[in-house]
């Protein structure tokens, strides 16, 4: 089969500049010594790198070779952590171009993997990518806590599968804080996914209406602010939503941290202690820092809480090095982002942290299993159940 | 699988030999290879030992098939990209740094350690050694063995190799230096017979694969400073640099244009779009307020010293027309430059987001790079000027540097190519047939020698009986010319 490559003007500029420097896997002041990019700590040849694949899309564009299976296998081993788009000096938006050949490999009949393509038929007919029987998407929610839902609400909670799904103490835990502050809040019991696993899966199109559904629901609402728990679904909301709703959102989007850090600014979230003195570490979830450059937030949270002895990581903000719970890896390649889970919480418990935080459902739940694998006493957590536990 | 795989698997275990497609597309191309003209190796290893290449070339040797050397960090001249085709032996998982002897001030190093690396190991004991401006990801190993700019060109010759371990395909293991006695050790680069170091120097991998290199390191001393001073014009900046090394002044001296140094201001200010006045058509002119060019020193030594070098400088500025700034108006006037120039010259580490960052804004494309004799430079810079402004799009900017104690200069004229390259596809190609004749012009008519080799097969014929013997000698270490054909060198 002939192989066809739509290539984007950025894309054919990106790979025509890339000059195999290796910079896109190393961090950035400090860290400049350290790999940052999980495909460089898993392959050995240059190729497993952003420099590599733009090396490979233009072997693809040259005909000097096609999409294969092979390329495939390679994608999809970026966790789209974007530590490459903030130490490349020259590009700066790979997680974007290699999202545009995934759409390309679907174009030129590349199956995806098996556990992938589940993902997508279930996102496709039951709205979340997850199979099997479910329940109700907001079966955590008690009905205590449904009552005290809002038809005028202050803001407008998005939760997300894997915290509906997975990790439902964050969601209750959100929740709790919600109502213990009084602010009027709505959830949608027939949320859809956001996308982001057709998006980074290469099927972009068939974002399309579940953003549309996502967005009719919140502007039927009325809230001008949307809350999430996780970065990744607050990431397209901001970066893809207005692409693939063809119009400005016409709410404001902001993820837990920042929404907290705000509350905390107007004096309506006064945070005391947890009860016992604990030390924590913080980790960067890469769609919430990389993705939105949000990084001061949750450190405020932290440092707020007065028994939380709080210890910042060796790799972090900008430097943060991925859990490998990004990109659709757990699924893809379970034993790499096992891997990478067990480097992170490796590295976090050097730190002497009883408590390894992070602000993003995905990570709390690779960070967890790792942690158990490796039979650790530390505790993978969310920082909006720290917030529950310490709200005065 | 083909025989050679076959024969490769015996040296090499699976998971460093690889014929998959997708790995061989990462090693096709680099910012030097036109659109449309990327070459893929048959088979990529990844050797971890000196013994691995001797069989490697061995078996290459004996099957004639290409072998390209690539070590790790910028590629912009299509050095290390296997244009006709075979083995490229990637080095990077060959990245020891064996031995750092503060003694006799060098660093035994494999090829695969970076500028990083090795960087951040010598300012733990209080060493530097020579930076140039390349990605802090790249092989100091390699870069050395192309002559590299940097922060010590001026006092110390920009040759930092002292003795080397190189395989060949036909003469075997070569070491050259001290190393070749065997109870000498690594410290010099001469001894009682001829430097063999320097015919590897500049080779590009055609002879052999270094597999070791001992490279000059330097001690940092009480005191660092950098002097900054502004010119109007290039002729004073070239006499101001011509006195402060050949009086022995400075280690290093750099004058780079207005628009380079915009650069560094726009890399501090994290913004990847060039403002509007970078890309006006007078290039030559700098924005009002702004100086032409700003020459950088580099002073290191006893603080007395230091600080009596420090006011000489500004003295000879002053005799020229120049101004220098201390550091704190140098930090307060010039904020990236400082940044980029006292990460370099003063701590030592390669600037992050480093040169590499400009690209950004555009593409890079060295429109002359050459070393030329001091009297040349003036008419040299005129001649480029002159046909940036018949050919080039704006922005275009050099920086020039004293080598060799101020015998020659070293000239970076180069172009940015910005927005869509697909827009400006035919314009590159424009560039690219301008280049062709652009350093034989240089060469013939100012003296001007590309800095490096170009795959100009003309250029190497220029050099008459010298071509001839070195001709002989890779006859005798790689007769079947196995060693990265693709630099057309021999």
Known sequence: METRFNISEDLYTAMHKCIRCGQCGYGNEEARFSVLCPMQIKGKYFTYSAGGIMQIARAIYEGKMGFSESVRDLLFQCTTCGACEINCGIIGSQVDLFTLMKRELVENGIPLLEPHKSIVENILSKKSPYGGRLPARTEWLS??????????????????????????????????????????????????????????????????DMAKHNVEAIEKSGASKVVFTCPTCAMVFKNYYPRWVKRPLQFEVLHATQYFERLQDEGRLKLGPMGAQKTATYHDPCHLGR??????????????????????????????????????????????????????VSDMEKTGADLLVSACPACKENLKIAAKKLKRGAKAIDITELIDQSLQ | ??????????????????????????????????????????????????????????????????????????????????????????????????EINEDAAYALI?????????????????????????????????????????????????DPLLSLEVVTPEAGIIKTGSAAFETAGWRARYHCFPDLTGLFANSYGTLGIVT???????????????????????????????RLVRRNLAESVTFWTWGWNMFHEMMLSKSEKMPEVMLKQDQKTPPPGVPFGIASARLSGYKEVVDAQEKTCIKIARELGGDSLNNEEAKEKYPGCYEYLDSYFVKGIHPKPGEESQIRAGLHLPGCLLTAEPSKLLEIEKFMWDLAEREFKPPYFYRALPYSHGREFFFAFVVYVTGSLIEQRDYLLHLKSIYGDLYRNLLRNYGGVMFRYRKDPAFFGMTGQYGELLRKIKKLVDPNNIMNPGMLLF
């Open chain 1, 143 to 208: 009905d205590e806590k449904k009552d005290s839902m809002s038809s005028s609400p202050e803001i407008f909670y998005f939760v997300g599968c894997v915290s509906s799904y997975m990790e439902t103490e964050i969601p209750d835990a959100f929740v709790n804080v919600l109502t213990k502050l009084d602010i009027p809040f709505a959830i949608n019991d027939d949320e859809w996914c956001c996308g982001a696993p057709l998006y980074f899966a290469g099927y972009e199109k068939k974002t399309y």
């Open chain 1, 291 to 344: 993705g939105q450059d949000i990084y001061d937030a949750p450190r405020r949270i932290l440092n707020a809480i007065e028994d939380l002895d709080f210890k910042e990581l060796n790799l972090s903000r900008e430097n943060s090095f991925c859990c490998g719970g990004g990109g659709l890896l757990p699924t893809g390649f379970p034993g790499f982002a096992d891997e990478l889970a067990r480097i992170r």
């Open chain 2, 1 to 98: 699988m083909s025989e050679l795989f076959r024969a490769l698997s015996s040296v090499f275990p699976k998971d460093r030999i690889s014929d998959d497609e997708t790995v061989l597309a990462g090693y096709g191309a680099d910012g030097a290879i036109a659109p449309g003209s990327m070459t893929l190796p048959s088979l990529v290893v990844l050797p971890k030992t000196m013994e691995e290449i001797r069989h490697l070339l061995q078996i290459a040797h004996r099957s004639r098939v290409p072998v390209t050397p690539m070590a790790r960090g910028s590629n912009i001249a299509g050095m290390t990209v296997p244009v006709q085709g075979g083995v490229v032996a990637d080095l990077r998982l060959m990245n020891k740094i064996i």
């Open chain 2, 110 to 158: 494999e090829p695969g350690v970076t500028f990083h690396e090795l960087s951040m190991k010598l300012r733990e004991k209080g060493f530097f050694c020579h930076l140039p401006t390349a990605a802090g990801g790249s092989s100091p190993l390699a870069n050395y063995m192309m002559r590299p700019s940097g922060n010590f060109t001026a006092k110390w010759d920009p």
């Open chain 2, 212 to 242: 070791k290199a001992a490279v000059k390191i330097f001690d940092r001393g009480e005191d660092e400073r950098l002097v900054l001073t502004t010119f109007d014009d290039f002729p004073p900046a070239m006499d101001y640099m011509k």
